[in-house]
Every structure is written in C-alpha cells, then in structure tokens.
C-alpha cells in the first residue's frame, strides 16, 4: 500500500489538509491530486470545519504538474497506449474548481515556493498567507505549454495586465512582490507565518456558516453584475438573510450581550 501523500486533521473547527510529498516538490502526481481532492471533499462535507487550511511539508509548496509522469502519459500516447489514470476524477481544474466554489474559506499557508499549476491550487484558495522570501513563477511558458487553467483563478487575482506580464515571461516574483501587487493577501516573515494564519482564523470562527458561504459568492457575483441587476439580486439576499435563523440568532446574541451560539473559541 501507498503510504499517504495528503493528510487531513479535522480540529478545533478547522480542516487542515497537508501536501506531505516533498521528495517530487508536492508536484500534482496521480496519488497526490486523488488524495488532495478526496480530502478537500471532506472537509467541505465535515460540518465541525468552519474554514480549511491548506499547506504542505518542505520547502516547496506545490511545483504544479509531475513532470515525470506527464512524459511517460505522453510517451504511452505516441505508443498507442493508454496512460495510467489516477484514481480521482476531477483532476487539476476540478480540485481548482473545488476550492474555488467551496461555501467555506480556504487558506492558503505558504511557506515555501509555488509554480506553475501550484499558483492555480493557491490562487483558487480564498486567503493566502505566505513568507515573504517565497519565490513564484508561471513557468509554463518556459517549457514549451500555457498555463491555461490555472489562468482562470489567477487573472482575477493579479488583473490582466500584471498577470499577462508574469505569465508571458516565466520570470520569478517573491511573496513580498505578490503582496505589493494585490496578487496575495498577506506576506509575512517566516517567523510570523503561523501566528499570521490563527489570527485569520480566529477571525473565521467568529463568523457565521451561513453569512460565510453567501459572502464569498457575493463577492464573486456583484463585480459582473450592472448597477440594476446588483441592487435588485443584493436587495432580496439581504432580505433572505436578514429572516434567516443564523441571523436571528446573531442578532438576539448581541442584543444579549454574548456570543452566537455558532461561533466558536479561537
């Protein structure tokens, strides 16, 4: 049996879910991403998690596709064979998709590199909290491909132009870069990494699930909508929120001088 190259830790009312496979720099194998999906659904599916970590062992985030494997899978093709499956079915921009769509946030914590395809895990995550001295690269262009799907995620983040510039030349940027551009949400001594993380965290379990989840969309859908349609879609979520028994219960809370019954201890 394969030792295990994704762990889950369900506690205190966070998911924290570790790339442990530091010997191929937390690439994207076939074990890795089947394993990095079934435990992201878990967590999404595991009501004591009020938000997921993401993370990993070494000094390597996540250097995005196994190169290795993606040439033996090319190898086998011009052979006529066909290549090895994982046993996930989602693949890259599925487990993307996943974390981008998921009604908890997700924190990157970063404390290594991250290129190519690892940007696209990392961007589609809702917070990412990084050292400073990490370096990043879309390197994609450098080896002969595009880094298509994970551009779906990340344009959002950098804008076009930034974006179009990094990915056109492959060049590596660090943490401290990323925060100054808006790419990041915060970067921070590596000394500091952890503490940055719980306070982000602390922040999350005061929070309601449901306000959470309905937020994160919120933000996603109003930048797209015109003037009317937003004030029109925002006016009945408020309403529906406003009657909801989350919102009941945070309110009577704060009339009463005490915490919700849904938040929880830092």
């Known amino acids: 049996m394969q030792d295990e190259l994704v762990h889950l ?12 496979s530091p010997h191929n720099r937390n690439a994207l194998s076939r074990q890795l991403s089947s394993e990095l999906e079934t435990h992201v659904e878990s967590a999404l599916a595991d009501p004591n998690a009020r938000a997921v970590v993401l993370t990993h062992s070494g000094t390597v985030f996540c250097a995005g596709a196994d190169l290795k494997e993606s040439k033996q899978a090319n190898v086998a093709r011009a052979q006529g064979e066909q290549p090895q499956q994982g046993r996930g079915g989602r693949g890259l921009p599925g487990i993307v998709n ?6 908890k946030p997700v924190v990157a914590r970063v404390n290594g590199a991250v290129r190519a395809g690892g940007l696209g895990v990392m961007s589609a995550c809702d917070f990412v909290i990084m050292i400073d001295s990490a370096t990043m690269a879309f390197s994609e262009v450098r080896i002969g491909v595009v880094p298509a799907v994970i551009s779906v995620v990340c344009l959002p ?10 990915m056109l030349t492959g060049d590596t940027f ?3 870069q990323a925060a100054d551009w808006g790419f990041i949400n915060r970067a921070v001594p590596a000394d500091q990494l952890d503490a940055a993380v719980d306070e982000l965290l602390a922040s999350l379990k005061k929070c309601s699930p449901q306000a959470l989840a309905e937020t994160k969309k919120m933000c996603r859908l109003v930048p797209t909508l015109s003037t009317d349609e937003g004030f029109k879609a925002m006016g009945a979520l408020s309403a529906r929120m406003f009657a909801s028994p989350e919102a009941r ?3 009577t809370a704060f009339a009463e001088k005490r915490d919700p019954s849904w938040a929880l201890e830092p």
């Open 249 to 251: 219960e945070g309110m």
């Open 157 to 166: 983040r950098f804008g076009t132009l930034k974006g179009a510039e990094l």
């Open 98 to 103: 996943m974390i981008w769509e998921s009604p």
């Open 174 to 176: 660090t943490g401290a």
């Open 9 to 20: 830790d369900i506690s205190n009312g966070i998911a924290t879910i570790t790339m442990d």
